[in-house]
């Protein structure tokens, strides 16, 4: 199936309307334009990264969602609930060269919600949160990597992933989110073979002949690596606990996942991605010859 999207940038909309966008008077028109009828209707608002111009970009957004994809049109009601929402990256917070973390996506997503609800009273709904900590990315991750293991013909299954990180609201936090849940597809998947061998069928399920498909993947774990050399940076040594030093008493995690101070817990510390590496090699009985 072909599937075609129209694609509209926050740059097409200000351009189609320039009215909209007042705050630089630089960027402002010097002639009232005239107005513009021929813009498609907008369907949806993908987020994918935090933008140059927040001000612009929180601005037309709120107007998308306002007038119900029709940026510039002045709708008696404000539509509720608003048309699809979906944002990757929740990042709060992410490390480049300034010795403190730079705001990230997750901060944005923060602006646009709040700006949302003061201005409607409601709250902002995703149809899909997608990236770190979503359990879907690392179901994502796990089929490339299978898709790898058959090109390359190896005759075991994966068993265990090891995700390496430096933020522990993101990268800890949806690695220790999809250990929890390969570990319930393990107990589910358990559950119905016990239940499948003595013939008990389960009262709860719509369709008693096969458990779900997720049930047998051949994943058992996936173990949390958290290095010190980006967001997360302790001072002085790394911890002999891993647990002493990665739990944070302020989630900064997106607002639609429950703060759980057991999955910032990651399952080593090390102190950069070339120990996080060795530590893998080391754990699998690899040789590194």
């Given at each position: 199936m072909l599937l075609l999207i129209n694609v509209v940038t926050i740059q097409d909309v200000r351009k189609a309307f320039p009215l909209l966008d007042m705050v630089d008077q630089s960027r402002r028109p010097k002639e009232l334009p005239p107005p513009t009828t021929d813009f498609p209707t907008i369907e949806g608002v993908i987020l994918f990264g935090e933008p140059v111009r927040w001000e612009t970009s929180l601005q037309l957004i709120i107007?998308?969602?306002l007038s119900n994809g029709n940026p510039g049109a002045e709708l008696a009601a404000v539509p509720y609930p608003h048309i699809p929402v979906l944002a990757c990256n929740m990042d709060l917070l992410w490390m480049a060269e300034a010795k403190m973390p730079r705001f990230g996506h997750g901060t944005f997503l923060v602006c646009l919600e709040n700006i949302y609800k003061k201005?409607?009273?409601?709250?902002?709904?995703?149809e899909a949160l997608i990236g770190k900590p979503s359990i879907v990315t690392y179901q994502y991750a796990?089929?490339?990597?299978?898709q790898q293991v058959e090109r390359r013909g190896w005759p075991s299954p994966i068993c265990r992933l090891y995700a390496v990180g430096d933020n522990p609201m993101s990268d800890i936090y949806?690695?220790?989110?999809?250990?929890?849940?390969?570990k319930a597809a393990c107990q589910a998947r358990a559950q119905a073979e016990v239940k499948r061998s003595v013939g008990v069928a389960d009262p709860q399920s719509e369709?008693?002949?096969?458990?779900?498909e997720d049930w047998y993947v051949s994943l058992e774990s996936c173990k949390s690596i958290l290095v010190c050399t980006g967001v997360y940076s302790p001072h002085g040594d790394v911890p002999a606990d891993p647990h002493e030093s990665t739990v944070?008493?302020?989630?900064?995690?997106?607002?639609d996942f429950r703060f759980d101070t057991s999955?910032?817990?990651?399952s080593y510390v090390v102190?950069?991605?070339n120990e996080a590496v060795e530590l893998v090699f080391e754990k699998e009985n690899w040789s590194q010859e």
């Open positions: 107007d998308v969602l201005v409607t009273g409601r709250e902002l709904k995703y796990e089929y490339l990597i299978k949806g690695a220790n989110f999809y250990n929890r849940y390969l369709d008693h002949s096969e458990p779900k944070e008493t302020v989630f900064h995690g997106h607002r999955l910032l817990e990651a102190q950069d991605v």
